[in-house]
């Protein structure tokens, strides 16, 4: 049986982090189809001269590491002290459950 403090933090991570996730992984893949086919990367402020095979390739090779990892951090960074609250906030109202019986 779950405790209140993991449906907590559950509830957090699929209305919180999961749509996070979802929106850092479009933002990933939209850099990297900008890289293949040229334009404007969004939030890069690099402006890519149309269609380029090896530039797309060493974008995807390359940097999509590093921009996935970053993202991971910037995941990691929002997500960690949202759960942690969420847990401490459960474990204080259980604990008062607790003595109230």
Same mark, same amino acid.
């Given at each position: ?5 993991? &449906?907590?933090?559950?509830? +957090?991570?699929?209305?919180?982090? #999961?749509? /996070?996730?979802?929106?850092?992984? !479009? ?27 090896? &530039?797309?390739?060493?974008? +995807?090779?390359?940097?999509?590491? #590093?921009? /996935?990892?970053?993202?991971?951090? !910037? ?27």
């Amino acid at each position: 049986m779950e405790s209140r403090s993991e &449906r907590t933090t559950n509830t +957090l991570m699929l209305i919180v982090g #999961i749509p /996070l996730g979802i929106l850092l992984l !479009i933002w990933t893949v939209w850099i990297t189809i900008t890289a293949f086919i040229g334009g404007q990367a969004p939030f890069f402020f690099l402006d890519f001269d149309g269609f380029n095979l090896i &530039r797309g390739l060493f974008w +995807l090779i390359i940097v999509d590491p #590093i921009v /996935l990892t970053v993202a991971y951090w !910037i995941f990691m960074l929002l997500m960690l002290p949202l759960i942690g609250l969420a847990a401490g906030a459960s474990a204080i109202a259980n604990r008062k459950h607790i003595k109230e019986e």
